[in-house]
């Protein structure tokens, strides 16, 4: 009896000590997984921040009216193109289209709803507790 007592103790032994090795190891796998992460998004950070600087290089003001003058043939602003608000025209109104189809066919009439001959079993009742 002691034997197989013995016997079941080492196999739970070794067991529980596998078990453990393969918690270890899952673990190191798991922290290098999060410690590659880490050292991508930092890259990715990184490459954020020079394209942000890139972008602010060709984003300058001087940069841009350079390349405007040789590119796009652009006139002074003559005082005729300027226009006052009430020049302007008035929006058009809006026509409701889907009210007008459906008047077209019809249906915009009110229509009557049957009455129901019990109405008062259908119409809610609130009661406040008697004290």
Excluded: C
């Excluded at 078990?19 to 922290?31: E, G, M, Q, V």
């Excluded at 009216?65 to 809006?94: F, G, M, T, V, W």
């Amino acid at each position: 009896m002691t034997k197989l007592l013995h016997f079941v103790v080492i196999t739970a032994l070794i067991a529980s000590a596998g078990y453990a090795y393969s918690i270890k190891y899952d673990t190191l796998y798991y922290a290098e997984q999060v410690a590659k992460l880490k050292s991508k998004v930092q890259r990715e950070r990184e490459a954020i921040a020079v394209l942000e600087a890139e972008w602010q290089y060709l984003d300058r003001p001087d940069r841009l009216q350079a390349a405007a003058d040789q590119h796009l043939d652009l006139q002074p602003l003559k005082i005729q193109q300027l226009a006052r608000l009430s020049d302007l025209p008035n929006r058009p109104e809006r026509e409701d289209e889907i009210g007008r189809k459906l008047e077209a066919l019809g249906l915009l009439e009110p229509t009557s709803t049957p009455k129901d001959k019990n109405s008062e079993a259908r119409t809610p009742t609130t009661q406040t507790p008697k004290r």
